[in-house]
């Protein structure tokens, strides 16, 4: 029997994807995804497992042996770190001060966990202090917090909390989704007990793959478990036997994907952590500054905005989906819209790692000037782009 009619044969448009992930993929990582496919035990594809082990330590700054990728998006990696550390009954502690803290909260939940909430308005960051009550009431075993909140743009920062943590005797759960790649990650200087990522924000790599890492001491204290983990797919004792020296058949890794984020962690290292956050806070900084000249303002606190994660108020009188929408319909520029409580009233604009580049701002900017003038918007035409372009030259003067 034929299958008619056959779909349309594929053929994507050609975007710029400025939004809050997933972010524009680099050509070598889309060359890298087209080479043949090998078997998952095959001795190139075990080879191309322990580079990638290594470069994910690289990127997390962590010794961990227990650094890997799990084999689906960072919700997953969220899951994993999640399921892994927490039994039923178990006290966590969650930060919540967007989606992702929210999501985190729901997660554990579902695992059985007695969660605690300590709750922020949107935009905000936890001070030490917040953490340190909640430490005192909830007693918990793991607290868990979000590096780079891609809802509200706000840049959580972790050390000092984590040795809080520690002093308490608990485990603390980063979120490092949008964060790696774009700004420092130092896990083990931390103490963080276990991180993870996704490959679609500033890896430059399609959504598929959550790089984690889990500390010796999370290890150890998943080692004695009195229950099972709740899930056979992200059991991290059982994906040890497969990415340890064991390498013991657990599920079909995704074998292209796998090649796709090995070239993108290849990329980062390639230009050097510390290059890479300088550019992503170049290419933020000179954008700031041309929506500042438009009178557009960020949503996070000065000081904690995100280099790859701009979300900032849309401007009174401003059509939110009509500008989002033209932009795409005539630029094949992709930004994101708020999501929960800043839905119609904040965009993102995301420069995540291939993406961070000067090209775009400009690209960007233009293109915005042109809407707003359309919607009856008053500003000084061209004042963006002039004001971005200033922004570069004081970054090369060796102000940043
Ligand atoms: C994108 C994101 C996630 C979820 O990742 P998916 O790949 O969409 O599953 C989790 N946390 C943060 C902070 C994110 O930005």
């Known amino acids: 029997m034929s299958y008619t009619p056959l779909p349309p044969a594929l053929n994507p448009p050609v975007r710029t994807l400025l939004g809050p992930g997933p972010s524009d993929t680099h050509p070598r990582v889309l060359a890298a995804m087209a080479k043949p496919t090998v078997g998952h035990l095959d001795p190139y594809y075990l080879q191309l497992m322990d580079g990638m082990q290594q470069m994910l330590r690289a990127v997390f700054q962590t010794q961990n042996r227990m650094t890997f990728a799990v084999s689906a998006t960072g919700s997953a990696g969220m899951e994993a770190a999640v399921v892994n550390v927490i039994e039923p009954g178990d006290p966590m502690v ?44 909830a007693k918990p075993k793991v607290v868990g917090i979000v590096l780079a909140e891609t809802s509200t743009g706000a840049w959580q920062p972790i050390e000092e909390i984590a040795a ?38 500033c ?13 010796d001491r999370a290890l150890e204290m998943i080692l004695a478990r009195k229950s099972k983990v709740q899930s056979w797919y992200l059991d991290v004792t059982m994906l040890a036997q497969y990415w340890g020296s064991d390498r013991v058949y657990h599920h079909t890794a995704p074998i292209n994907m796998t090649y796709g984020l090995y070239e993108a962690l290849r990329l980062v290292l390639e230009e050097g952590l510390e290059n890479c956050f300088v550019r992503h806070r170049r290419n933020h900084l000179a954008l700031k500054a041309g929506l500042a000249a438009l009178g557009i303002g960020y949503t996070a606190q000065e000081g904690h905005q995100l280099p790859m994660l701009n979300a900032v108020r849309v401007p009174e009188g401003v059509d939110d989906a009509k500008v989002r929408g033209e932009l795409l319909s005539r630029f094949g520029i992709e930004i994101g819209g708020g999501l929960g409580a800043f839905k119609g009233k904040v965009w993102r604009i995301g420069l995540m790692g291939y993406g961070s580049r000067p090209a775009n701002v400009l690209l960007f900017l233009s293109a915005l000037e042109q809407l707003l003038a359309e919607q009856g918007y008053k500003f000084e035409h061209g004042a963006s782009i002039a004001a971005a372009n200033a922004a570069y030259s004081r970054g090369k003067n060796g102000e940043s």
Do not use: H
């Not at 790696?180 to 993870?196: C, S």
């Not at 890896?203 to 500390?215: D, E, H």
């Open 94 to 137: 969650v930060c919540v001060n967007g989606v992702f803290g929210g999501r985190m909260a729901d997660v554990a939940a579902r695992a059985g966990a007695n969660v605690t909430k300590i709750e922020l308005a949107w935009g905000e960051v936890f001070a030490p202090a917040d953490v340190k009550d909640a430490l005192a009431k």
């Open 164 to 201: 809080l943590v520690r002093d308490a005797g608990a485990m603390l759960v980063v979120d490092a989704v949008t964060a790696l790649g774009g700004l420092p990650v130092e896990m083990d200087r931390w103490g963080v007990d276990v991180i993870y990522s996704g490959s679609q924000k």
């Open 203 to 215: 890896l430059s790599c399609p959504p598929g793959l959550a790089p984690i890492s889990f500390s």
